[in-house]
Each structure stands twice: as C-alpha cells, then as structure tokens.
C-alpha cells in the first residue's frame, strides 16, 4: 500500500496539483507550516482559520487548506484577521499572504496590529515583487533592480521587514528563506506556541517575475543565491559589516500580554465595576 504524504490530511486533494509557477517557493512554505503543526501534533486545522489577501502567496491558504478561510480584498488580511480574533479569540488565526499584499498595499495594517500586539500570526512570503501581476517593483525590492515598473533601476530602498516589525512591538520576529527549511519549521512551531503578534517573513523564489530580471532564471538558482546571500544574526558585529546581505534569523522572542488578553482584562474590570452599582 502507498503511503500518503503527511500533508495531505490538512489539504484539499481535489484542488491539487497547485496553481503556483514552476520553481515558486511558496509550496515549500506551505509544507513548512504543515510540518510545523504535525510535529505539534495537530491532526486537522479545525481550530485554526485562515486570512490571506490577493496575490500568489495568498492562493497558499485558498482553495489548498481543508479550513476556514477568508480570501480578502488588497492589502486588509490583517484587519480582516484582527476583527476575526477579537469575535473567536479561542481560533488560531493564522495570515499567510505576500510582501505587496502585506506590507506595500496594507503596511499600516502590519505597523499597528504590531504595535498592538494583537494575537495572530502572520506569515509574510517575500519575493521581492508584485509577481502575480507581472513584476512590478514592491517595498523589498532590492535598491538598483530593474522590473516592469523600474526599467532603469529601483531608485527607491527597500524595508527592513523584520526590524520595522520588531520595533513596533511584536512578540516575535524571525526571517527565513526558503533554503533554511528546519529553522523556519522550528520558528513556526515556536510562534505557533505564543500570544501577541508573531511575524515570520520568509524569503522566497520567484523565478517568473523576479529572477529572471537579475539572471536567475530557474527556483534552483535564486535558491543558490539567497543560500549565498544569507548571514545569521548571531554572525554580524556592526550593521555596516552587511552589505546586501541578507540576515536570517530569530530576531525577538518576547512575552508581552496580546491584545486580546488586555483587552478581555479591561471588560472584566468594567463588569465588576457595573455588578457593583
């Protein structure tokens, strides 16, 4: 008899094979998440739900994940999963979705729902570009690369995911790409375990739209490159030793109260109060 892949009991079969380009780095996080929770034992997702937005790493959750999920508009997953929490706080909401999706057309949603520390874990699938729509530059485009909206060059520099969601005020941060596959696991599994708001940018291949614009043409060859690229963050001393590195990492593990206990706190407190008087 055939063993089935351990995956397929937290996937639709019938919307398989996926969707996404040959070489694309997204089903590498997909497996990562799912390995994640069986190694923590889950057996479905029937307590999770999950939140993406539009883009090629939001097909990650819909139609492929046997779940409650909401495939929301532009750039508002993280709103959508924020009002989600606060109805079902006993939910694991989980937001998978892409840089332009999360940061380039909802970046205030990310910079606030940190700030707030709300309860949900977000998975950030960076590949450097708006790539379902053909390659447009994006907020972690690389400073000098050319793409269809930035033929000469990208004048403008790129965000610093991790660090800008960190000094918001996230309970935990890591960064990955899709070559360090154990660490992201381990990470996932970790943020998984926490309260607060947990962020996990992964940096992956997009060899249709973005690679083949700096030479690298297949997902094996930017998966060579961002192995080449990459420097823990126990390995740099001064910033300026950097370059264009790209640093991977858990860069905080905090234990800060979430929203959604603070929140809960306050409603208590006002129902003593009001069964007072």
């Not at 997953?77 to 892409?98: D, H, Q, T």
């Not at 996990?200 to 297949?218: A, D």
């Amino acid at each position: 008899m055939t063993k089935k892949h351990f995956a397929l009991k937290f996937l639709r079969e019938e919307t398989l094979p996926t969707a996404f380009c040959p070489g694309c780095g997204s089903g590498i996080v997909m497996n990562c998440f799912l390995k994640a929770l069986e190694e923590l034992g889950f057996h479905d997702l029937s307590g999770f739900a999950f939140v993406s937005g539009i883009g090629c790493a939001a097909w990650c959750v819909s139609p492929y994940f046997k779940a409650d999920s909401l495939h929301t508009t532009h750039g508002r997953p993280i709103a959508f999963a924020s009002g989600l929490k606060l109805a079902r706080p006993e939910l694991n909401v989980v937001v998978i979705s892409g840089d332009g999706d999360i940061v380039g057309i909802g970046g205030n949603h990310l910079i606030h729902a940190a700030r707030r520390n709300m309860d949900l874990l977000v998975i950030c699938i960076n590949n450097f570009n708006y790539g379902m729509t053909g390659g447009q530059v994006g907020p972690t485009t690389f400073h000098g690369v050319k793409t269809t909206t930035t033929p000469y060059g990208n004048p403008e520099y790129p965000f610093d995911l991790a660090r800008l969601v960190d000094s918001a005020g996230a309970n935990f941060v890591a960064r990955w790409t899709t070559v360090h596959v154990r660490p992201l696991i381990n990470s996932i599994k970790k943020a998984l375990k926490k309260g607060g708001f947990r962020f996990i940018e992964v940096i992956s291949q997009c060899p249709t739209s973005f690679g083949r614009r700096i030479g690298k043409h297949t997902g094996k060859d930017l998966m060579i490159w961002f192995r080449e690229k990459s420097i823990h963050i126990s390995k740099i001393q001064d910033d300026r030793e950097v370059n264009d590195k790209i640093i991977v990492g858990e860069f905080v593990n905090r234990d800060k109260p979430g929203f959604v206990r603070r929140l809960h706190e306050i409603t208590l407190k006002l129902r003593e109060k009001y069964d007072e008087n």
